[in-house]
């Protein structure tokens, strides 16, 4: 397959590797990940050391330890390559599953349900990292840019930095997390680990890099007490990854079954007249945070929180249920400045204000 990729693009690259977007000879763009030989470890390993067979190994088991330990939660490895040949000596290729780049400031402007999927995938990530096969594993280069996004979900790309053993310890003392903006000291057990201390640097490093951004910023208001008990928890490290995981699936159900918009109420709402098959092709205006820039395109459970979202904004006479739905399942919906030009549509349907 590597004779006949196309389309090569340098994506970026590491201390070992440099990362190229491919198409394979069916089309599929996928991550091609290759020895970069002038990269600083591996560059100054080879010339001062003769170490490339040592380079290349550790290259190749920090993919495989991504797919044993992690499952789902990493990339997919679709396979490798070891070449050793006249022409080619010592070459290691791998060709991996593609994600997109983790961009902070795109991300605050995405809605709050793709916000939030990013941090349930990266709690669940958390959570097979501190119960893998191998043990606890800690990513010491916890930073955005050691993940990618597929398909909306975190997955992490790189484990050359993780640490699978707990830190050894003979009191409490040794037990120190220390970040910029705070420390912790965590209990040393009696077998002489630092207890938990792999799990807790994860999560405190989730919370410092992604859930204080990304959880409670235009969340639905009935949620948000939620949400903020599980910054402040993971903030403040009195919750272990269990319990955080626990919550942020508490989250996913009262919003993926309805259950957050018990206590809205009808009182005041208009009366809306039911259009089945039919569009309003103009007549947009913009609200934020929306699925179409153009447009005010969002999400709801039912068509009363249509109904309730329309009621808030001002400018709002009319709005479109589309057949098309989100990740939880919720339908989108288009909200407009009213409904003179209504077309057909069998795949949509539009509620008019009455008048």
């Known amino acids: 397959a590597l004779r006949n990729v196309s389309g090569a693009q340098y994506v970026g690259s590491g201390y070992t590797k440099a990362v190229y977007r491919v198409r394979l000879p069916g089309g599929a763009a996928v991550a091609l990940k290759a020895v970069d030989f002038s990269g600083h470890d591996l560059g100054s390993c080879v010339r001062e050391l003769g170490c490339l067979r040592l380079a290349l190994q550790l290259f190749l088991v920090g993919d495989l330890v991504l797919v044993v330990a992690l499952g789902h939660s990493c990339y997919k490895l679709y396979g490798y390559c070891y070449q050793d040949s006249e022409d080619i000596p010592d070459t290691l290729t791998t060709i991996t599953e ?49 993940f990618v996004l597929v398909d909306g979900e975190l997955k992490v790309t790189d484990l050359d930095d993780a640490r699978v053993e707990e830190t050894p310890c003979t009191s409490s003392t040794d037990c120190v997390l220390e970040f910029p903006a705070r420390n ?25 890099f992604f859930f204080t951004y990304l959880l409670p910023h235009s969340a639905p208001p009935s949620l948000r007490p939620l949400l903020d008990s599980i910054v402040n928890a993971t903030g403040e490290l009195t919750w272990g990854v269990d319990e955080t995981l626990a919550q942020l ?6 919003y993926r079954s309805g259950q957050y918009l018990q206590n809205a109420t009808a009182a005041g709402r208009a009366e809306y007249q039911r259009l089945p098959g039919s569009t309003v092709p103009q007549e947009d205006y913009r609200c934020w945070p929306s699925y179409h820039h153009g447009s005010c395109l969002l999400s709801v459970f039912s068509v009363a929180e249509a109904v309730d979202i329309c009621e808030s904004h001002a400018q709002c006479q009319a709005f479109v249920v589309t057949n098309q739905t989100t990740w939880t399942g919720r339908q989108l919906v288009f909200f407009k400045t009213g409904w003179s030009h209504v077309v057909p549509d069998p795949n949509k349907t539009t509620y008019v204000r009455a008048s």
Not at 112 to 138: N, Q, Y
Not at 184 to 204: D, H, I, V
Request: with cysteine; glycine share 6%.
């Open 249 to 254: 699936e508490k989250v996913l159900h009262l």
């Open 98 to 146: 593609l994600g997109a780049p983790v961009e902070m400031i795109q991300l605050l402007q995405t809605s709050w349900e793709d916000r939030f999927r990013i941090c349930l995938s990266l709690g669940r990530l958390l959570h097979h990292l501190a119960h893998s096969p191998l043990g606890s594993v800690t990513l010491l280069d916890f930073r955005p840019r050691q």
């Open 184 to 208: 912790f000291t965590l209990p040393c057990s009696a077998q002489g680990w630092c207890e938990g201390m792999n799990e807790k640097r994860n999560l405190y490093n989730a919370y410092r």
